[in-house]
């Protein structure tokens, strides 16, 4: 919300903005060289790597359920993009507005054009009361899949309970997905030892996205021969795309957007004291296999 | 000691004054009549008497007791009753209008009332669970003075009673009144335009500009020229 | 078919659902003539209070309902103390009740905010009852059957107050004209300050089973709520509070169908309907022409 609001202002009185977790695509422009995402790609790159499991996986009957705003759209559209590519039409796709609060009616309808996957693109609040309705209504469905449990997983969990995550799916994020190539800053487990005990709150990804922030104005300032804005963006130039932290590759194009991270598929599995998140795809970092359909 | 006395009353809207020194009393079951033409300030003194407008200055007195500053609903309770020019809640039955008529009576007194009111208008009866607001305007104004006597009044204050009737049910308010007074004894304020009301009541005031210009019993009032120009339409 | 009759039973259900949402709002409006611009945020304390019960108190949410009764008759007669005897002299009641309510909604949220934090809390759908129930063959969640039953039976209690009970003629006497009202002795005050209470009441009750509704509950859902009641309240009658009924299930049947059949529309629903019934019918669908002379 507030990065839409920073980005001209930054633009305009010739500052550099370092953001944390601004998404959008409509905030890159090539004239604007005052911009750095320091985590996440744009939302229009998350659901590459879930298309292609999709794919890959001869899921061929898509419901597509997303809020209008331009965070989930362009995810619903990237989606849509990639698997019409491989002849796969969602036998549902439709925007809902953002401060819907109750889809028990569209799961019913969703169920009725019974697909084999239901990808649910929403805020947090969309995402709980998505899960609360799908858990009540008692609908089921081969595969469910939600943004943020793999980001705020104690929020949702808290919410919506552990029973209602099993066998979905999400992005996984640090620290549910951890680096181990680590060449600049704390690995996760040192952070989140560090982190628990300083403030008595669990690490989550907004935690890591902002000591991630912190690492990369750390790096720049380190690095940078003059202390002007532009002198800056240059330093962080030199060294895009060789730094890994426990966010993993920070790499940035020309315009400022982060393109070193991408978001694997994982997968709620019940284990006998909760639930574990692993990763199913892609193979080369699964920690485990997805268990399609869910039981 | 009179059953209402106004003194010097002073009273009206805000800031806009209306009535500069109304002086009025109303004896025991007396029937008095306010006259006036639209705007001279009857129904601003009626509701001034009901505590339903702000008193600038003057004292208004019933049984002796000062009612001044006292609420509306307390004045109520003393035994004064008013019928405005709706004088009924429209969106209520006819049933409920009168239940509300007797609101601080307990339930035994009230069923004992309605009964009573039931007898001496058989027209509302049959009407019992009809919207108020559905009735004609001879039956409104019936159930107006039923709702009024529910609380067995020892003064009404009736405002108009003739607004918008026939003079066929004028006389038949008319009648009826007389008749009810007659069984009840309760004391009558009744402000009107119509003449009809004069040979009704016992003794009257005219007011004009919120100041009375004229008052007496009956025979003054009919030979007063005012009186005489402006409602029998006689020039000396 | 089988999406139609499942939108339609949902949509009645959420529609009575929504119905008491709106209720207290318009009785308010009923009696005060005021737009209790903080109706919405009286409905999220209310919920509050149910996320309290059972998530520190670990009772059943429903419990919460005699205590918040209790509470916001309390906070009821406050407010009608506090603020309306004033601004009925005032030299404009309906603009400053508007700016004056806005105000405490602004003070709810803020104040709910420090109390609670910003994030969505939520109760287990479960607490009410497990499952689904079925109905003309189509299977709804428990949950749902029992807070459109427990709205029906508040708004029962309120059609009973209003129609059975001799405050409930005054009540009614009072939104007829309050001076006519005050005329037949009744004290206008302590009756209004009454369904202020009430109101309120109401509202909170509508919040205990919001989670269970609406989803997630978080501080800033006040305002959406007091919109939306007040588009349920115009489309029935405005001041005709049993009129609300209608507008509620005219809402939740409009937001059910639109919602499956042409999703993206749904928010538009009660703004496009509350639009056609000003064009169409501006006293609401129940309002009557009532002659007051």
Known sequence: ?295 | MSLLEVQSLESGYKILKVLWGIDLNVEQKERVILLGVNGAGKTTLLKAIMGLLKIFNGKIYFEGKDITHLRTDKRVKLGIAYMSEIGIFPNLTVDENLELGAFFLDSKLTHQRKQQMYEYFQDLLSHKKALAGSLSGGQRKMLGIAKLLMSNPKLVVLDEPSNGLSPKFVKLIINILDDLQNKEQFSILIAEQNIAFLDFAQRGYVIDNGKVVVSGNLSDLKSNNIVKKAYFGIEN | ?293
């Open chain 3, 1 to 293: 078919m089988e999406l139609f009759f499942y939108a339609l039973i949902s949509g009645i259900l959420y529609g009575i659902f929504f119905a008491l949402v709106g209720i207290g709002l318009n009785l308010i409006f009923g009696v005060m003539r005021m737009v209790n611009l903080a109706h919405g945020d009286f409905i999220m304390l209310g919920a509050f209070g149910a996320w309290l019960a059972y998530s520190k108190l670990n009772m059943n949410p429903l419990l919460a309902i005699p205590i918040e009764i209790f509470i916001f008759m309390i906070i009821g007669f406050g407010v009608y103390y506090a603020f309306v005897p004033r601004l009925s002299k005032s030299r404009d009641p309906e603009m400053l009740s508007f700016i004056l309510f806005f105000g405490i909604a602004q003070i709810i949220e803020a104040l709910a905010i420090f109390a609670f934090g910003n994030n969505q809390k939520s109760i287990p759908f479960s607490t009410l009852g497990k499952g689904s129930i079925s109905i003309l063959s189509q299977s709804i969640p428990f949950s749902w059957v029992v807070s459109a039953a427990i709205s029906l039976l508040m708004i029962g209690f309120v059609y009973y107050y209003l129609y059975f009970t001799r405050t409930g003629y005054a009540t009614r006497a009072i939104m007829s004209s309050p001076e006519e009202a005050s005329s037949v002795g009744i004290d206008v005050s302590k009756i209004s300050a009454f369904a202020m209470g009430i109101g309120l009441s109401l509202a909170a009750i509508a919040g205990v089973l919001a989670p269970f509704m609406i989803g997630s509950i978080d501080p800033s859902i006040g305002a959406s709520l007091t919109t939306t009641s007040f588009a349920i309240v115009v489309i029935g009658s405005l001041g005709k509070p049993i009129g609300t009924i209608l507008g509620g299930i005219i809402y939740g049947l409009a937001m059910m169908f639109m919602q499956t059949y042409l999703a993206s529309w749904t928010n538009l629903v009660p703004y496009v309907i509350l639009i056609l019934i000003l064009l169409v019918k501006p006293s609401g669908l129940l309002g009557k022409k009532v002659r007051n002379a």
């Open chain 1, 1 to 295: 919300m507030l990065t839409s609001v920073a980005v001209p202002i930054a633009q305009e009185h010739k500052m550099l903005l370092f953001d944390p977790t601004g998404t959008s695509a409509k905030f890159f422009s090539p004239h604007n060289p005052y911009l750095v995402l320091t985590s996440l790609p744009t939302s229009g790159v998350w659901p590459t790597v879930l298309a292609d499991f999709l794919i890959s996986h001869k899921i061929n009957k898509v419901a597509v359920i997303y809020s209008a705003n331009d965070f989930n759209q362009s995810q619903a559209e990237t989606l849509k993009s990639k698997l019409e590519a491989a002849k796969i039409k969602p036998v549902y796709y439709h925007a809902v507005p953002t401060d819907t609060s109750n889809y028990t009616v569209l799961i019913r309808t969703i169920e009725a054009t019974h697909p084999k996957a239901l990808i649910e693109f929403g805020y947090p609040t969309n995402d709980i009361a998505f899960l609360q309705n799908l858990q009540a209504s008692g609908a089921k469905f081969n595969m469910v899949f939600t943004i943020f449990p793999g980001q705020q997983l104690a929020l949702i969990e808290k919410n919506v309970g552990t029973k209602a995550l099993e066998y979905t799916y999400t992005y996984p994020t640090p620290p549910l997905l951890v680096y181990n190539k680590v060449n600049y800053g704390m690995p996760m487990s040192e952070f989140e030892k560090i982190y628990t005990q300083t403030t008595k709150r669990p690490v989550d990804f907004l935690t890591v996205a902002g000591y991630n922030a912190g690492l990369i104005i750390q790096k720049t300032l380190a690095t940078s021969k003059e202390f002007n804005q532009l002198a800056l963006r240059n330093a962080i130039n030199t060294f895009s795309g060789k730094l890994f932290t426990l966010n993993g590759l920070f790499k940035i194009n020309n315009e400022g957007a982060q393109i070193g991270e991408f978001l694997p598929v994982g997968q709620f599995q019940p284990t006998k004291t909760g639930i574990v998140l692993h990763v199913v795809y892609p193979q080369n970092i699964a920690t485990g296999k997805p268990i399609y359909p869910a039981p």
